[in-house]
């Protein structure tokens, strides 16, 4: 089954702040990692939590709860070009990635 | 520019025809991967190569075949392939040896199997 579950689709006016929760199964677990891909690009890294709290890149942020086997990304300031999906993605101690299948951020002007 | 060239862009092929997509990183990282992006689906890892050597294999069929000849290069070679098999197919590169979490994607392959 899924390992790592998203909303499917978001969708809010330029200004506004979204948050985009993400749970994930503690199996092999070592940090949560937030990509964001353009229609037609490459999946780009945008945060990464290994420890519990929050990091604060810009206009956007990641929140990870290790007890709560969730986190949470948040952007701020919405701008038309934040339209995008956005993935949460399980690492491992190696750093490979596993996907939740990404939330589609639809900014209306 | 992400640093990770993938060629070809767009690829389309019969179900009978042999493909190979290649992948290139001068980084200087240590693993590279391949991931399957079908759509409304999410990215599958599909191999994994650390210092050349193949350490993961997701249950691909064996119409995919990976080859990593150096660190810097990675083949995946296609044959008899289904038209299920038609999506985007990304190479990503990182450090591994948990060096650091980010990955560089490159800009995939857009697979046709008619």
């Known amino acids: 089954g899924q390992s790592l579950e998203q909303p499917s689709e978001v969708t809010a006016v330029e200004g506004a702040i979204v948050q985009i929760n993400c749970t994930y199964q503690t199996s092999g677990f070592y940090g949560l990692s937030w990509y964001q891909q353009h229609d037609g690009g490459a999946p780009t890294f945008l945060s990464y939590?290994?420890?519990?709290g929050l990091e604060e890149t810009g206009r956007f942020s990641s929140f990870l709860s290790r007890s709560d086997s969730y986190g949470y990304l948040l952007l701020q300031e919405l701008q038309m070009k934040d339209s995008a999906s956005y993935f949460c993605a399980q690492t491992d101690s190696w750093g490979k990635l596993q996907f939740g299948a990404g939330t589609q951020v639809v900014v209306t002007p | 520019e992400t640093g990770v060239t993938q060629t070809p862009r767009h690829l389309v092929m019969g179900m009978t025809n042999k493909k190979s997509l290649k992948c290139e990183q001068h980084l200087g990282h240590n693993a590279m991967y391949w991931y399957k992006q079908s759509a409304k689906k999410p990215l599958e890892l599909m191999f994994v190569y650390n210092f050349k050597e193949q350490t993961e294999n997701n249950s691909v069929p064996s119409r995919f075949s990976p080859e990593c000849p150096n660190s810097s290069h990675l083949f995946l070679h296609l044959h008899t392939l289904q038209p299920e098999d038609s999506a985007l197919y990304l190479c990503?590169?990182?450090?591994?040896?948990?060096?650091?979490?980010?990955?560089?994607f490159g800009q995939g392959t857009r697979l046709t199997v008619v």
């Open positions: 939590n290994a420890l519990d």
């Open positions: 990503a590169s990182s450090q591994g040896e948990d060096r650091g979490p980010e990955a560089f």
